[in-house]
T-cell receptor, first 108, second 114 residues
Framework: QKEVEQNSGPLSVPEGAIASLNCTYS??????FFWYRQYSGKSPELIMS????GDKEDGRFTAQLNKASQYVSLLIRDSQPSDSATYLC????????FGAGTRLTVKP | EADIYQTPRYLVIGTGKKITLECSQT?????MYWYQQDPGMELHLIHY???????EKGDLSSESTVSRIRTEHFPLTLESARPSHTSQYLC?????????????FGPGTRLTVL
């Protein structure tokens, strides 16, 4: 069983809509959680980190963490075509575990 | 902002050649990592280091080797390259004072073995 699960997508949303990306993890002792954005042919770029239950907002991005449900999500408000990328969920449980990524396409 | 560098960015070589992929970071991070990623596929951890003279193999079996003689430098070596080694190799580091577990990635080396 994979330790960090993401829907591979592709997820397609119209420009201006909210994109919702989801991630579940298996290790209950995980303490830190991250979202990376990876454009095609580029390296992953850290966009959000979250350590406590609840929401954390940074500009158009909101990360949500629910440790009881072992669930972390990323919301992108007012989605732009430039947000089209693969989004990687990562969970630190002693070692960092990456999900396989969700491919997001924002259509103009 | 993370400063992590990889050279070369692109490399095309013939089968059987020995190659070294360079990775350096200027943040003084303790931890460094090498990942392998094929286009459109997930990241696979192949090596990591928690400090000088510390190296460990990752989840994905790899014929490469690494060394960590200096904090800032974590080179990866393939003794005899094969076409199956064709991939993108990503170096990362972590260990900042305020964000100890956040990993920052270098730009990657795209390796093609003919």
């Amino acid at each position: 069983q994979k330790e960090v699960e993401q829907n591979s997508g592709p997820l397609s949303v119209p420009e201006g809509a909210i994109a919702s990306l989801n991630c579940t993890y298996s290790d209950r002792v995980s303490q830190s959680f991250f979202w990376y954005r990876q454009y095609s042919g580029k390296s992953p770029e850290l966009i959000m980190s979250i350590y406590s239950n609840g929401d954390k907002e940074d500009g158009r991005f909101t990360a949500q963490l629910n440790k009881a449900s072992q669930y972390v999500s990323l919301l992108i408000r007012d989605s732009q075509p430039s947000d089209s990328a693969t989004y990687l969920c990562a969970v630190n449980e002693g070692d960092m575990r990456f999900g396989a990524g969700t491919r997001l396409t924002v259509k103009p | 902002e993370a400063d992590i560098y990889q050279t070369p960015r692109y490399l095309v070589i013939g089968t059987g050649k020995k190659i070294t992929l360079e990775c350096s970071q200027t943040m003084g991070h303790d931890k460094m990592y090498w990942y392998q990623q094929d286009p459109g596929m997930e990241l696979h951890l192949i090596h990591y280091s928690y400090g000088v003279n510390s190296t460990e193999k990752g989840d994905l079996s790899s014929e490469s080797t690494v060394s960590r003689i200096r904090t800032e430098h974590f080179p990866l070596t393939l003794e005899s390259a094969r076409p199956s080694h064709t991939s993108q190799y990503l170096c990362a580091s972590s260990g900042g004072l305020l964000s100890y577990n956040e990993q920052f990635f270098g730009p990657g080396t795209r390796l093609t073995v003919l």
